[in-house]
Protein backbone atom coordinates (compact mmCIF):
# COMPACT_ATOMS: atom_id res chain seq x y z
CA UNK A 1 0.00 0.00 0.00
CA UNK A 2 0.85 3.65 0.35
CA UNK A 3 4.15 4.91 1.06
CA UNK A 4 4.97 5.00 4.54
CA UNK A 5 1.15 5.15 6.01
CA UNK A 6 1.41 2.59 9.14
CA UNK A 7 -1.54 0.89 10.30
CA UNK A 8 -1.40 2.50 14.01
CA UNK A 9 -1.81 0.91 17.42
CA UNK A 10 -4.49 2.22 19.33
CA UNK A 11 -4.53 2.86 23.32
CA UNK A 12 -7.34 2.51 24.05
CA UNK A 13 -9.34 3.24 27.44
CA UNK A 14 -11.25 5.79 28.97
CA UNK A 15 -10.15 9.47 27.58
CA UNK A 16 -9.94 12.53 29.30
CA UNK A 17 -12.61 15.45 28.17
CA UNK A 18 -11.35 17.88 25.92
CA UNK A 19 -11.20 21.62 27.35
CA UNK A 20 -10.91 24.98 25.56
CA UNK A 21 -7.90 25.32 23.51
CA UNK A 22 -5.28 28.26 24.98
CA UNK A 23 -6.15 31.39 23.03
CA UNK A 24 -3.16 31.71 21.07
CA UNK A 25 -4.29 28.75 19.21
CA UNK A 26 -7.73 30.38 18.86
CA UNK A 27 -7.05 33.73 17.83
CA UNK A 28 -4.45 31.95 14.95
CA UNK A 29 -6.41 29.43 13.85
CA UNK A 30 -9.58 32.26 13.25
CA UNK A 31 -7.22 34.83 11.54
CA UNK A 32 -6.16 31.88 9.06
CA UNK A 33 -9.82 31.54 8.19
CA UNK A 34 -10.75 30.15 4.74
CA UNK A 35 -7.04 29.26 4.15
CA UNK A 36 -7.03 26.56 6.35
CA UNK A 37 -9.25 24.59 3.70
CA UNK A 38 -10.64 21.43 5.42
CA UNK A 39 -9.27 22.26 8.81
CA UNK A 40 -10.99 25.60 9.35
CA UNK A 41 -13.74 23.35 11.62
CA UNK A 42 -11.54 24.30 15.32
CA UNK A 43 -9.68 22.02 17.03
CA UNK A 44 -10.65 19.53 19.43
CA UNK A 45 -8.09 20.31 22.94
CA UNK A 46 -6.69 17.87 25.71
CA UNK A 47 -4.83 19.39 27.87
CA UNK A 48 -3.18 16.00 28.84
CA UNK A 49 -3.91 13.04 26.49
CA UNK A 50 -1.95 9.68 25.40
CA UNK A 51 -1.39 10.25 21.70
CA UNK A 52 -3.52 12.61 20.00
CA UNK A 53 -3.48 10.28 16.87
CA UNK A 54 -5.00 7.45 19.20
CA UNK A 55 -7.94 9.77 19.38
CA UNK A 56 -8.44 11.01 15.94
CA UNK A 57 -8.65 7.63 14.87
CA UNK A 58 -11.34 7.08 17.35
CA UNK A 59 -13.29 9.69 15.73
CA UNK A 60 -12.27 8.63 12.35
CA UNK A 61 -13.60 5.20 13.16
CA UNK A 62 -16.74 7.04 14.32
CA UNK A 63 -17.69 9.42 11.20
CA UNK A 64 -16.18 12.25 12.19
CA UNK A 65 -15.70 15.22 9.31
CA UNK A 66 -12.46 15.38 7.21
CA UNK A 67 -10.13 17.59 8.35
CA UNK A 68 -10.89 17.11 12.16
CA UNK A 69 -8.19 18.43 13.85
CA UNK A 70 -7.02 17.01 17.35
CA UNK A 71 -4.16 18.16 19.48
CA UNK A 72 -2.82 18.29 23.34
CA UNK A 73 -0.95 20.59 25.36
CA UNK A 74 0.95 17.59 26.70
CA UNK A 75 0.89 13.94 25.28
CA UNK A 76 1.54 10.87 27.93
CA UNK A 77 2.26 8.42 24.97
CA UNK A 78 3.46 10.11 22.34
CA UNK A 79 4.35 7.77 19.50
CA UNK A 80 6.75 8.29 16.52
CA UNK A 81 7.66 6.64 13.49
CA UNK A 82 9.08 2.63 13.79
CA UNK A 83 7.98 1.87 17.36
CA UNK A 84 9.64 5.01 18.66
CA UNK A 85 8.31 7.24 21.16
CA UNK A 86 7.78 10.82 21.24
CA UNK A 87 8.39 12.79 24.04
CA UNK A 88 6.03 15.77 24.35
CA UNK A 89 6.31 17.45 27.64
CA UNK A 90 3.20 20.12 28.69
CA UNK A 91 3.59 23.54 26.46
CA UNK A 92 7.00 22.82 24.68
CA UNK A 93 5.83 21.53 21.47
CA UNK A 94 2.79 21.39 19.06
CA UNK A 95 1.11 17.95 19.35
CA UNK A 96 -1.52 17.89 16.59
CA UNK A 97 -3.16 15.07 14.68
CA UNK A 98 -5.57 16.05 11.52
CA UNK A 99 -8.22 13.32 10.30
CA UNK A 100 -8.16 13.06 6.66
CA UNK A 101 -10.39 10.78 4.03
CA UNK A 102 -7.51 10.81 0.69
CA UNK A 103 -7.98 8.91 -2.29
CA UNK A 104 -5.81 5.96 -2.56
CA UNK A 105 -3.49 8.03 -4.94
CA UNK A 106 -4.08 11.17 -2.69
CA UNK A 107 -2.82 8.43 0.12
CA UNK A 108 0.71 7.50 -0.97
CA UNK A 109 1.99 10.69 -1.03
CA UNK A 110 0.54 12.07 2.05
CA UNK A 111 3.44 11.51 4.41
CA UNK A 112 5.88 13.32 1.82
CA UNK A 113 3.44 16.28 1.70
CA UNK A 114 2.82 16.33 5.31
CA UNK A 115 6.41 17.17 6.16
CA UNK A 116 6.62 19.53 3.42
CA UNK A 117 4.02 21.28 4.61
CA UNK A 118 5.48 21.67 8.06
CA UNK A 119 8.60 22.45 7.13
CA UNK A 120 6.69 25.40 4.77
CA UNK A 121 4.41 26.88 7.65
CA UNK A 122 7.25 26.99 10.45
CA UNK A 123 8.94 29.32 7.68
CA UNK A 124 5.83 31.57 6.84
CA UNK A 125 4.79 32.01 10.42
CA UNK A 126 8.77 32.09 11.95
CA UNK A 127 11.14 33.03 9.25
CA UNK A 128 13.38 29.63 10.02
CA UNK A 129 14.52 28.27 7.13
CA UNK A 130 14.22 24.37 7.21
CA UNK A 131 14.67 21.47 5.13
CA UNK A 132 13.12 17.77 4.59
CA UNK A 133 14.59 14.28 5.11
CA UNK A 134 12.61 11.35 3.53
CA UNK A 135 10.48 10.38 4.00
CA UNK A 136 8.62 13.48 6.30
CA UNK A 137 11.60 14.78 8.88
CA UNK A 138 11.66 18.14 9.25
CA UNK A 139 15.73 19.33 10.31
CA UNK A 140 17.71 22.16 10.88
CA UNK A 141 21.13 21.11 9.57
CA UNK A 142 21.81 17.78 11.04
CA UNK A 143 18.91 18.46 14.15
CA UNK A 144 15.43 17.15 13.92
CA UNK A 145 12.41 19.46 14.71
CA UNK A 146 9.57 17.57 13.78
CA UNK A 147 8.50 15.02 12.70
CA UNK A 148 4.73 12.81 10.98
CA UNK A 149 3.24 10.02 11.95
CA UNK A 150 0.31 9.39 9.30
CA UNK A 151 -1.47 5.80 10.39
CA UNK A 152 -3.81 4.66 7.47
CA UNK A 153 -7.56 2.51 9.09
CA UNK A 154 -8.89 0.53 6.74
CA UNK A 155 -11.84 -2.18 6.59
CA UNK A 156 -12.95 -4.59 4.23
CA UNK A 157 -14.09 -1.72 1.99
CA UNK A 158 -10.22 -0.68 1.55
CA UNK A 159 -8.86 3.00 2.96
CA UNK A 160 -11.39 4.57 5.48
CA UNK A 161 -9.39 7.64 6.83
CA UNK A 162 -5.51 8.58 7.34
CA UNK A 163 -4.63 10.16 10.74
CA UNK A 164 -1.72 12.69 9.93
CA UNK A 165 0.47 12.85 13.41
CA UNK A 166 2.63 16.11 14.04
CA UNK A 167 5.03 16.92 16.10
CA UNK A 168 7.26 19.28 16.04
CA UNK A 169 9.23 21.19 19.05
CA UNK A 170 8.89 24.38 19.70
CA UNK A 171 10.80 24.89 22.51
CA UNK A 172 13.83 23.14 23.59
CA UNK A 173 12.11 21.50 26.47
CA UNK A 174 10.72 19.26 24.05
CA UNK A 175 13.26 16.92 23.48
CA UNK A 176 15.11 14.61 26.39
CA UNK A 177 19.02 14.71 27.18
CA UNK A 178 19.74 11.27 24.90
CA UNK A 179 18.57 12.74 21.73
CA UNK A 180 19.55 16.37 22.53
CA UNK A 181 22.75 16.37 20.31
CA UNK A 182 20.46 15.09 17.14
CA UNK A 183 16.72 16.86 17.96
CA UNK A 184 16.09 20.95 18.01
CA UNK A 185 13.11 23.32 18.35
CA UNK A 186 12.04 26.57 16.66
CA UNK A 187 13.01 29.14 19.40
CA UNK A 188 15.90 27.40 20.22
CA UNK A 189 17.75 27.62 16.16
CA UNK A 190 15.97 31.35 16.29
CA UNK A 191 16.61 32.33 19.61
CA UNK A 192 13.79 34.27 20.31
CA UNK A 193 9.85 32.97 21.29
CA UNK A 194 7.61 32.36 18.53
CA UNK A 195 3.71 32.26 18.79
CA UNK A 196 2.64 28.85 18.73
CA UNK A 197 -0.61 29.19 17.25
CA UNK A 198 0.68 31.03 14.26
CA UNK A 199 3.32 28.26 13.34
CA UNK A 200 0.16 26.02 13.76
CA UNK A 201 -1.98 27.82 11.74
CA UNK A 202 0.44 28.31 8.60
CA UNK A 203 1.19 24.36 9.13
CA UNK A 204 -2.30 23.19 7.99
CA UNK A 205 -2.96 26.60 5.80
CA UNK A 206 0.71 24.97 3.71
CA UNK A 207 -0.81 21.37 4.31
CA UNK A 208 -4.65 22.29 2.69
CA UNK A 209 -2.90 23.65 -0.45
CA UNK A 210 -0.53 20.52 -0.68
CA UNK A 211 -3.62 18.01 -0.21
CA UNK A 212 -5.84 20.24 -2.77
CA UNK A 213 -2.70 19.48 -5.64
CA UNK A 214 -2.67 15.64 -4.37
CA UNK A 215 -6.30 15.18 -4.48
CA UNK A 216 -6.89 16.94 -7.75
CA UNK A 217 -3.71 15.50 -10.27
CA UNK A 218 -1.17 17.79 -9.35
CA UNK A 219 1.03 15.44 -7.43
CA UNK A 220 3.87 16.52 -9.72
CA UNK A 221 3.91 20.14 -7.63
CA UNK A 222 3.88 18.42 -4.34
CA UNK A 223 6.68 16.35 -5.29
CA UNK A 224 9.02 19.72 -7.40
CA UNK A 225 8.41 21.20 -3.94
CA UNK A 226 9.28 18.25 -1.59
CA UNK A 227 12.58 18.09 -4.00
CA UNK A 228 13.71 21.73 -3.43
CA UNK A 229 13.41 21.49 0.46
CA UNK A 230 15.11 17.90 0.37
CA UNK A 231 17.91 19.20 -1.77
CA UNK A 232 20.50 19.64 1.25
CA UNK A 233 20.37 15.76 2.32
CA UNK A 234 21.03 14.90 -1.79
CA UNK A 235 24.21 13.15 -1.86
CA UNK A 236 24.72 12.38 1.54
CA UNK A 237 25.55 9.06 2.98
CA UNK A 238 22.81 6.78 4.42
CA UNK A 239 22.36 3.59 5.52
CA UNK A 240 18.94 1.13 6.36
CA UNK A 241 17.64 -2.02 7.08
CA UNK A 242 16.04 -4.44 4.64
CA UNK A 243 16.12 -8.21 4.49
CA UNK A 244 17.74 -8.43 7.86
CA UNK A 245 20.87 -6.64 6.86
CA UNK A 246 22.26 -2.86 7.35
CA UNK A 247 22.70 -1.22 3.77
CA UNK A 248 24.12 2.32 2.56
CA UNK A 249 24.16 4.04 -0.39
CA UNK A 250 24.43 7.90 -1.73
CA UNK A 251 20.97 9.38 -1.65
CA UNK A 252 19.68 10.81 -5.48
CA UNK A 253 16.66 11.51 -4.92
CA UNK A 254 12.44 10.51 -4.84
CA UNK A 255 10.68 8.95 -7.71
CA UNK A 256 7.15 9.35 -9.05
CA UNK A 257 5.68 7.25 -6.40
CA UNK A 258 7.83 9.01 -3.21
CA UNK A 259 10.08 6.02 -3.04
CA UNK A 260 14.06 7.35 -2.01
CA UNK A 261 16.19 6.63 -4.92
CA UNK A 262 19.78 6.09 -3.28
CA UNK A 263 22.84 4.62 -5.08
CA UNK A 264 24.80 1.73 -3.55
CA UNK A 265 27.52 -0.20 -5.02
CA UNK A 266 24.91 -2.33 -7.35
CA UNK A 267 23.04 0.36 -8.62
CA UNK A 268 19.93 2.44 -7.94
CA UNK A 269 17.97 1.17 -5.11
CA UNK A 270 14.29 2.17 -4.49
CA UNK A 271 13.37 2.33 -0.96
CA UNK A 272 9.24 2.57 -0.48
CA UNK A 273 8.90 2.47 3.54
CA UNK A 274 10.75 3.14 6.62
CA UNK A 275 13.58 5.25 7.31
CA UNK A 276 16.88 5.94 6.47
CA UNK A 277 19.67 7.10 8.94
CA UNK A 278 22.56 9.50 7.79
CA UNK A 279 26.11 8.49 8.16
C1 LIG B 1 8.46 10.66 14.12
O1 LIG B 1 9.22 11.48 13.61
O2 LIG B 1 8.88 9.60 14.59
C2 LIG B 1 6.98 10.98 14.14
C3 LIG B 1 6.58 11.75 15.35
C4 LIG B 1 5.09 12.07 15.37
C5 LIG B 1 4.66 12.68 16.68
C6 LIG B 1 3.24 13.19 16.63
S1 LIG B 1 2.86 14.21 18.01
C7 LIG B 1 1.16 14.19 17.56
C8 LIG B 1 0.86 12.79 17.10
N1 LIG B 1 0.51 11.94 18.23
C9 LIG B 1 1.39 10.95 18.40
O3 LIG B 1 1.33 10.09 19.29
N2 LIG B 1 2.36 11.04 17.50
C10 LIG B 1 2.15 12.15 16.58
Partial sequence: MSTNLSSGTRHLGPEPSPSSPPPEIVDALARAGSRLGPFSHGVIWFATIGSTNDVAARLADGGCAEGTLVSADHQTAGRG?????????????????????????????????????????????????????????????????????????????????????????VLPAAYPPEVAHRATSIESELGRPVDRGLVLAECLAALAVRYAALRTGRSAEVLDAWTRRAAPTFGRRVEWDAHGEAWSGRVEGIDADGALLVRTAAGVTRIVAGDVRWI
Fill in 81 to 169: RQGRSWVSPPGAGLYVSLVLRPTREAAALLSLAAGLSISEGIEAATGLKTHVKWPNDVYVSSRKLAGILAEAGTSAGGLQHVVVGCGIN
